[in-house]
């Protein structure tokens, strides 16, 4: 039967889908991310099993990866190039003062999973924990994956729902939003300098730099 709820196995079928039709796409944020991260104290938000980690980490001064889940955080501490990364689990909504503070921040094939209404209070939550200057990149599915991954269905607040088969032949109901520029500028409005956005085969990426008091 359909199981109504939001699943990090999400996350794990969505690298699936990367890793057959992607390929390019991986070819270009390997470098990219590396260098936007290039020696700075990164926050790495709701990083699943560590697809991504990876490549933030390999020129960053430090990074702590969190997710609200254990189980795919231990396969993320398994994973190449990971033997430096600090891993913590921890709300997304809710980051803990504990935390740190940081100046860069990344969140990969997350923001699709926020709900329109918790969009603004997400990313002002994130802001909390990082510098003014800091650097934030969101990347995210564009919406060539819904050739694969068709919307089923829309609720009162204009969210989109997609329905997922897994392997035990479960189907399960996950949100996935697909806001386009404008919607991530307006968001962004007075609290980032520096936005650009940019569009790939398989994503959309979007980076800028905080703006706030010390």
């Known amino acids: 039967g359909l199981r109504l709820e939001v699943l990090h196995t999400s996350g794990a079928i969505e690298n699936q889908q990367l890793l057959k039709d992607g390929k390019a796409d ?9 260098h936007h991260f290039r020696g700075r104290a990164v926050l790495e938000v709701a990083c699943g099993t560590g697809f991504w980690t990876p490549h933030v980490a390999s020129e960053a001064r430090h990074l702590i990866a969190t997710d609200g889940t254990a189980e795919p955080l231990a ?3 398994a994973r190449p190039g990971c033997e430096r990364v600090e891993f913590a689990l921890a709300d997304a909504y809710q980051l803990p003062e504990s935390l740190g503070r940081f100046d860069a921040a990344f969140a990969g094939l997350w923001f ?6 918790r969009q603004a209070s997400f990313l002002a939550g994130l802001h909390e924990r990082l510098h003014p200057g800091s650097r934030v990149v969101l990347m995210d599915n564009n919406e060539s994956q819904l050739l694969d991954f068709p919307i089923t269905e829309t609720d009162g607040e204009g969210n989109t729902f997609q329905h997922r088969s897994l392997a035990d032949g479960s189907v399960h109901r996950v949100l996935k939003n697909f806001p386009d520029e404008s919607r991530l500028r307006e968001l962004l409005q007075g609290q980032a300098t520096a936005v650009s956005y940019r569009m790939l085969d398989q994503f959309w990426l979007l980076s800028y730099e905080t703006v706030g008091r010390a």
């Open 75 to 77: 396969l993320a501490r």
């Open 112 to 117: 699709s999973h926020v709900p329109k209404a």
């Open 26 to 34: 991986i070819a270009f944020l390997q470098p990219w991310l590396a």
